[in-house]
């Protein structure tokens, strides 16, 4: 799979990277064992879902108590879109890097 845009990486980075960084670590401790690309596949799908959810639940809850304002607000993006994107920028790459920092710690 090559990424053809920017919205392709990004989903590529939030929801691919962690699951195939879970199966490259995970892969130390196991012992090699004949398995199809499904289950290899159904495993890195898997975990990068889990991680990620993860993720964003602990942002949301971060969000919901500590610091509304340093994290996006999903509702307006979602209302507002580009001009909410334009206007708050560095909050928006701000919220992307911790995301994607938590779900592959």
Request: charged share 15%; net charge positive; hydrophobic share 55%.
């Amino acid at each position: 799979m090559v990424p053809a845009s920017w919205l392709t990486a990004l989903l590529f980075i939030l929801f691919v990277a962690p699951g195939l960084l879970f199966d490259l670590l995970s892969e130390r401790r196991r012992v090699g064992a004949n398995e199809s690309t499904f289950r290899e596949i159904s495993r890195v799908v898997l975990a990068s879902v889990a991680f990620s959810g993860t993720s964003l639940a602990t942002l949301a809850a971060f969000r919901q108590t500590l610091a509304p304002r340093w994290l996006t607000d999903p509702a307006a993006l979602l209302r507002d879109g580009p001009r909410y994107a334009a206007a708050n920028y560095q909050v928006l790459a701000w919220t992307l890097a911790l995301g994607v920092a938590l779900s592959l710690f």
